[in-house]
């Protein structure tokens, strides 16, 4: 294996509404470059705490998080946002598309804060729906699309900036099988084009899909 | 901080960029996304800078209309009066008439004499009409211009000869069935010669009451037991009755100045700054009012929304936005929605002006500054109003986008 590019030493996160619960237990975890990962298990259990630490979306209460080897603890709320927004994509089971807006000028969102100038988001905008094969409905506004167009859009939305890890939190909870099998296809391309790709899901099968398995119960987490 | 430096070298990763034109994009965006509900929510905005534009462009609309009626007529008259009841013996000679004449702006003045009310008759046996009689000298009637429909006016010929002729008001001349010029009035117990009949006059309106008659024969009447009244009336040209106002005294009476007074027509600019001024006062208080209650509602509409926005922001978050950015992109979103609704209220304004001086046949008369102060005043509210909304989205976390 690879040097890791996510690793967590010890990491636990306590949550305390008066009384503290541990959601998820001092764990130790390394992921690769190119890893294609699933993190089930019930709900409740842990496994979205645990996206939202690897995605910086939270800090650990305990223990050492490091990107590429950066330590991520004494980062400043500046930076850990850049590395969301340039290095991180993410997807969301409920899409989170803002309607008003053209399928494209959602995918320029998630560029919005970056380096990059308007035209230069048009153009990575346009490339990553294309990828999604949604070149077709660029204009269109979400409310008239299915649910799996919003969803390839949304996927549109975290990889055209080029990313280097990509997290899905439930990416096909509120959608058909049909429209499952199509974004897992999509999925497995990205991770094919070496993308690191992080699911979370709660469905078995779907996790089955991952090439490296993990599972999250009462907030311990261990490999299947 | 320079570890964050060296980290973002290291990941190689850019800072969050702040852009003023994304910024502003974005507001407008989420802005268009429901155009109604905004429009509703900038209302008391629209109808404070409306009520600010349109009570300012009414006002000085009618406050130019004031200023014209002044300049035209009102404007060129004084009259001078005793300060007590008779005044100096003497203050309205011929002499001293004749060195108010020479004043530079005066075009004619003369003396007059108001006698009560006397019984007017066609014939010695006739039905009476009870009018004023109004004494003037040629030079109280060129003051006064008479319009004259029907004969001539006298002149000082009758004035000097105390030759008796009276001048008529038409609705009078109507009453007593005079149809032409010539014919005998009975004034008092004596008759008198219809030498004209008018139907208006440029100065003193009261004239259109009184049957007009040479200063000699009124001041007999007066005599007689009548009381008088006595005045000088004077025709300047535009824009010379205040200073003829202040010289007139001293021309009259050099002896004692105080001892006459005049009375000018207040000066139309200082008469227009004092109407405007009026109005311009409430109008200020009124539109306030509705900046402020506009400004409540956008403030409540934006707290509000911010519950429906928090995926929104949530993923605006996640997605690399600071705090900072959530906390100006709101700010801005009401600043743009006080400004839009500024602006529909400016326009709004200038309709209501321009509509109620077409229906009056005004000239409209609208304040460049007045619409940009509204306007201006409207965003500032907005600006206002999205600190607090802003502030309590600042603290919405990333990890809120991720809620199903």
């Known amino acids: 294996m690879t040097d890791p590019v996510l690793s967590l030493t010890g990491v636990s996160r306590t949550y305390n509404d008066g009384h503290p619960v541990m959601a998820l237990r001092p764990t130790d975890l390394g992921l690769a470059q190119g890893d294609h990962v699933t993190i089930s298990g019930p709900s409740g259990a842990g496994k979205s705490t645990l996206l939202n630490i690897l995605g910086l979306l939270d800090a650990p209460t305990e223990g050492s998080y490091r990107i590429n080897g950066v330590e991520t603890r004494t980062l400043g709320e500046a930076t850990r946002g850049a590395v969301r927004g340039q290095i991180f994509g993410f997807v969301f089971q409920a899409f989170h598309l803002l309607a008003g807006r053209s399928a494209l000028e959602n995918v320029e969102l998630g560029m919005l804060y970056g380096p990059h100038s308007p035209r230069r988001r048009r153009q990575l905008a346009r490339t990553a729906l294309e990828r999604m094969r949604l070149g077709h409905r660029a204009h269109a506004d979400p409310r008239q699309l299915s649910g799996g167009e919003k969803q390839r859009v949304a996927v549109a939305r975290a990889i055209a900036c080029e990313p280097r890890v990509l997290f899905c939190d439930e990416p096909t909870g509120n959608l058909d099988s049909e429209n499952t099998a199509g974004v897992l296809d999509l999925l497995d391309e990205l991770h094919r084009d070496g993308l690191t790709v992080v699911v979370v899901t709660h469905d078995h099968e779907i996790a089955a899909r991952g090439r490296r398995r993990l599972r999250v119960v009462d907030g311990v987490v261990s490999a299947w | ?404």
Not at chain 2, 61 to 79: C, H, I, K, P, Y
Not at chain 2, 104 to 114: K, Q
Not at chain 2, 256 to 262: D, G, I, K, L, W
Not at chain 2, 354 to 381: H, M
């Open chain 2, 1 to 404: 901080m320079s570890n964050d430096r060296q980290a973002r070298a290291l990941l190689g990763i850019e800072p969050p960029r702040f852009r003023l034109r994304d910024t502003v994009r974005e507001s407008s965006l989420s802005m268009w996304r429901h155009p109604g509900r905004s429009l509703l929510t900038a209302v008391g905005t629209v109808l404070g800078a409306a009520a600010f534009v349109a009570t300012l462009g009414i006002s000085s609309t009618m406050g130019q209309l004031v200023s014209e009626s002044f300049d035209v007529r009102r404007a060129t008259e004084v009259r001078v009066v005793a300060t007590d009841a008779d005044g100096p013996a003497g203050w309205q000679s011929p002499e001293r008439l004749r060195a108010l004449r020479d004043l530079n702006g005066v075009t004619a003045a003369g003396r007059r004499l108001v006698v009560g009310e006397t019984p007017v008759r066609r014939t010695m046996g006739g039905e009476p009409e009870s009018v004023k009689i109004l004494g003037a000298d040629g030079g109280a009637l060129a003051a006064m211009e008479p319009r004259v429909v029907s004969g001539r006016l006298y002149d000082d010929f009758h004035e000097r000869r105390a030759s008796p002729v009276a001048l008529l008001p038409l609705p009078l001349a109507e009453r007593l069935d005079i149809t032409r010029t010539g014919v005998a009035v009975f004034i008092g117990d004596r008759a008198y010669t219809v030498i004209g009949i008018f139907d208006d006059v440029a100065r003193r309106p009261e004239a259109l009451l009184s049957v007009v008659i040479p200063t000699s024969l009124a001041t007999e009447m007066v005599g007689e037991g009548g009381e008088g009244e006595q005045d000088v009336l004077i025709a300047t040209v535009p824009g010379a009755a205040q200073l003829i106002g202040r010289q007139a005294p001293l021309a009259l009476w050099p002896e004692e100045p105080s001892a006459v007074r005049s009375i000018a027509p207040p000066d139309p600019r200082t008469l227009r700054r004092e109407v405007e001024g009026n109005v311009t006062r409430s109008s200020l208080w009124v539109s306030l009012i509705a900046l402020i209650i506009g400004g409540i509602s956008i403030a409540n509409a934006a707290v509000a929304g911010i519950g429906a926005r928090v995926p929104e922001i949530g993923l605006r978050r996640a997605i690399g936005g600071r705090p900072a950015h959530i906390f100006l992109q709101l700010l801005s979103e009401t600043t743009v929605l006080g400004a839009v609704g500024g602006l529909v209220g400016v326009m709004l304004g200038a309709c209501v002006t321009s509509l109620t001086a077409l229906f009056n046949g005004w000239t409209p008369v609208l304040d460049w500054r007045a619409a940009l102060l509204a306007a201006a005043g409207s965003a500032a509210c907005g600006l206002l109003a999205g600190l607090w909304p802003a502030a309590r989205a600042m603290r919405i976390t990333p990890v809120a986008a991720l809620q199903r």
